[in-house]
């Protein structure tokens, strides 16, 4: 029997819940498969683990998670620290050195659950939006100079590489040519920022030329959003910088219902080094301990995970059961309108994995 490493990394806030719940169901999904089993490590690295080690992971953290085989990440966030220093010590401090530069972010509406959109389902929104994850602007090259004085001055510079952008486009062609509409929306911002916009949109026109089979469009940010609210049909496959997709997804995740229930794969698609699956709601330190959160996008998540382990059936079976559970409203939690506890879903959500058709 195969069995797969997980590094289990629950973060802050919610993130231990979610996370918590998220090894329950790789277990049971594990269990109702028989041909494979997860061994599971946690690492309690986060705010509490900063406050009494001035850190966010030890020095060695990724020595300790390269050889695993994929990495369960909750959330980083803390309200008694700095959203910079929790972000770039943790999420960023994996993201980049692993290369996980393919972000990848599905978007539908799934069973039960309504859009805020008017009369949009599942057949208008289905979308997949591709975010470079390791330059851009997040590349942490800036600084600040003169601090506390009149002239202080603050720099975040947005750097952009050709192989760092040929690679994203080229990966998120590769996708739009896996899905069914065969369409890709390339965002940019290339009439304000003239030099690395302007060669984003180059090197996109570039990478089009081999997938004569995919047909594509381009987008400047700003129009996008109005086009996923107005015109969600028209979106299929989306590749966006660091910064614009970062954002963009969140709005996808608002209209197909919940950020609740969206997930993120952070993939190194050549696997030199362990991929990272998280739910993108961060880690809500407002509902923190009330057992309310939603344990969805963690699920969705794991779906991911197994995808990209080669587990394909089980995460099909997975995504069913997924799918059985958010269609009946006696399991959405708050932030579906509804008054489910994240036991309750996990729970059904493990039911549906050992029920005889799933």
Request: aromatic content about 6%; hydrophobic content about 45%; charged content about 25%.
């Amino acid at each position: 029997m195969k069995t797969y490493k997980i590094a289990a990394i629950p973060g802050d806030g919610i993130g231990g819940e979610v996370v918590s719940a998220g090894v329950e169901v790789l277990a049971a999904i594990a269990k109702r498969d028989g041909k494979f089993a997860f061994a599971v490590d946690h690492f309690d690295w986060g705010g509490e683990y900063y406050k009494r080690n001035g850190r966010m992971m030890p020095e060695n953290g990724r020595d300790l998670i390269r050889k695993h085989d994929a990495i369960l990440f909750g959330s980083a966030g803390h309200p008694d620290i700095p959203d910079h220093i929790t972000l770039w010590g943790l999420r960023l401090a994996i993201c980049q050195p692993f290369d996980q530069y393919a972000n990848v972010r599905p978007t539908r509406i799934l069973p039960g659950i309504k859009s805020p959109l008017r009369d949009v389902g599942p057949d208008r929104l289905d979308w997949v939006i591709v975010r470079e994850n390791s330059e851009g602007e997040y590349a942490g090259v800036g600084g600040r100079a003169h601090q506390g004085s009149p002239l202080e001055v603050a720099t975040d510079v947005a750097m952009f590489t050709r192989a760092g952008v040929a690679r994203i486009m080229r990966y998120a062609f590769k996708l739009a040519r896996s899905r069914p509409r065969k369409k890709l929306t390339v965002v940019t911002k290339s009439n304000a920022q003239r030099h690395a916009m302007v060669m984003w949109d180059e090197i996109a026109a570039e990478i089009a030329k081999e997938f004569p089979d995919v047909a594509w469009d381009k987008m400047l940010v700003d129009a996008m959003t109005m086009r996923m609210v107005i015109k969600p049909e028209t979106v299929d496959t989306v590749v966006a910088t660091n910064l614009h997709a970062d954002i963009l997804s969140d709005l996808a995740a608002a209209l197909a219902g919940s950020l609740g229930i969206a997930p993120t794969a952070n993939l190194n698609p050549e696997r030199e080094f362990p991929s990272m699956f998280e739910p993108i709601h961060g880690s809500a330190f407002d509902i923190m301990g009330k057992g309310i959160a939603n344990p969805i996008g963690t699920f969705w998540s794991n779906v991911m995970l197994l995808e990209h382990i080669g587990e394909g059936a089980a995460a099909a079976r997975l995504m069913k059961a997924i799918e059985c559970v958010t269609a009946n409203p006696r399991f959405h939690t708050p932030d579906l309108g509804g008054k489910a506890r994240t036991v309750e879903v996990t729970a059904a959500v493990i039911d549906a994995i050992g029920a005889e058709n799933a």
